[in-house]
């Protein structure tokens, strides 16, 4: 049964900061990585998706990477502004009919 | 951009009624799900849905629980009698293709609150 961990759970960082995200799931034989953002009683917002073959992807300011022999992806945030305040959530797409299973997320907090 | 919308955004019902949550997925998309999310806890899966059969479905789907794509933009999940452990967001995805490249978008969701 696939386990996705996601580290830390909080993060509260100054406005301009680069922080890292991290995420590891426990099961390498998954499709593909996907990166949300979920801001308070709202929806996910896709940010990243990565495919099972492919090392890393980049969107503007961020960056997921997956090293997926060893369980783990990782989101990188350049430049953080207070807009970037939410929950960022990994989910982790492990058949082909579709089942994604998601990490606890993490609450960031910009500070301007 | 296309969007997943899901209505009511809130719904508020009694123990042992039956409720059903509406969906209408992007257009071109033509595989769908129903994830939930308890307050505090993680986003979990519920069901899978194409071709107007179930593909894969979480051992919270029981008996309660049934997805219809009733036409051609409605996707809907009934919960036949609600308990209380039923309150949570609950979100609508959807997905133009399988594989390694498939990319899930989500609604807004609909919270449930079971009295």
């Known amino acids: 049964k696939q386990e996705v961990t996601q580290i830390p759970a909080a993060l509260s960082v100054p406005e301009g900061e680069n922080l890292v995200l991290n995420c590891s799931f426990t099961d390498s034989a998954i499709y593909n990585l996907q990166w949300f953002r979920q801001d308070p009683g709202k929806g996910l917002t896709s940010l990243l998706l990565?495919?099972?073959?492919?090392r890393e992807q980049t969107s503007g300011r961020l960056n997921a990477s997956l090293d997926k022999s060893s369980g783990r992806s990782t989101l990188y945030i350049a430049a953080s502004q207070p807009g970037d305040s939410a929950t960022y959530l990994c989910a982790v797409k492990g058949t082909n009919a579709g089942k994604s299973t998601f990490g606890d997320g993490t609450t960031l907090t910009v500070k301007p | 951009e296309p969007e997943v919308t899901q209505t009511p955004s809130h719904q508020v019902t009694q123990m042992g009624q039956e409720v059903i949550l509406r969906c209408v997925p992007i257009s071109n998309h033509l595989y769908f799900y129903w994830y939930r999310q308890i307050l505090g806890q993680k986003v979990e899966f519920l069901v899978s849905f194409y071709n107007n059969e179930i593909s894969e479905k979480s051992e919270i789907f029981d008996d309660q629980f049934s997805v219809e794509r009733p036409d051609g933009s409605n996707f809907t999940l009934k919960i036949r009698s609600t308990k209380l452990e039923d309150s949570a967001m609950y979100f609508c995805?959807?997905?133009?293709?399988?594989?390694?490249?498939?990319?899930?978008?989500f609604g807004s969701g609909t919270q449930l609150s079971v009295l």
């Open positions: 995805a959807s997905s133009y293709n399988r594989g390694v490249n498939e990319k899930l978008f």
């Open positions: 990565i495919q099972s073959s492919q």
